[in-house]
């Protein structure tokens, strides 16, 4: 019987930098780079096979965690890797911060979507430069 390999999620590395543009050709590199550098910001790979899938980068804030991108390579899409990324992200969830949000393009259905069916709800609207952004919430209510 052959056994598959389960994904890997893991803090991203410097040599796992080149594959980011592979997998999201729109990514701001300077943004990024700058995102990175800054205290509390993490980045998230996702792994499978030898081959970086995904990627997921955040910020945690005094009372929340805020996701800044989600991206995973479109051969691989609708597989479950973002969901494993979200589900990683979700378990630093603490009584600290018990909230995680996320602003996505009002022209961005598929994104919309994944995050209401991974348990956001889409609270308001904020514009900035011009667009309009959905903001996408997760509160974990805790006992």
């Not at 803090?11 to 543009?21: A, E, I, T, V, Y």
């Not at 205290?39 to 800044?68: D, H, M, P, R």
């Not at 995050?115 to 904020?126: D, E, N, T, V």
Request: with cysteine; hydrophobic share 45%; charged share 30%.
């Amino acid at each position: 019987m052959k056994t598959l390999n389960a994904p890997n999620i893991r803090w991203m590395r410097k040599d796992d930098f080149s594959f980011l543009k592979e997998i999201d050709s729109n990514l701001d590199v300077k943004f990024f780079l700058k995102f990175i550098s800054k205290k509390n910001s993490i980045c998230y790979v996702v792994e499978f096979e030898n081959k970086i899938l995904g990627f997921a980068f955040f910020k945690f804030y005094e009372n929340s965690i805020k996701i800044n991108k989600i991206a995973i390579h479109p051969d691989y899409r609708r597989k479950g890797f973002a969901s494993l990324l979200i589900s990683k992200i979700k378990g630093k969830i603490s009584n600290k911060r018990n909230m995680i949000s996320a602003f996505i393009s009002e022209w961005d259905l598929e994104s919309q979507l994944f995050f209401k069916k991974s348990g956001f709800l889409a609270l308001s609207k904020i514009v900035h430069n011009e667009e309009i952004y959905l903001k996408f919430s997760y509160e974990k209510e805790l006992f």
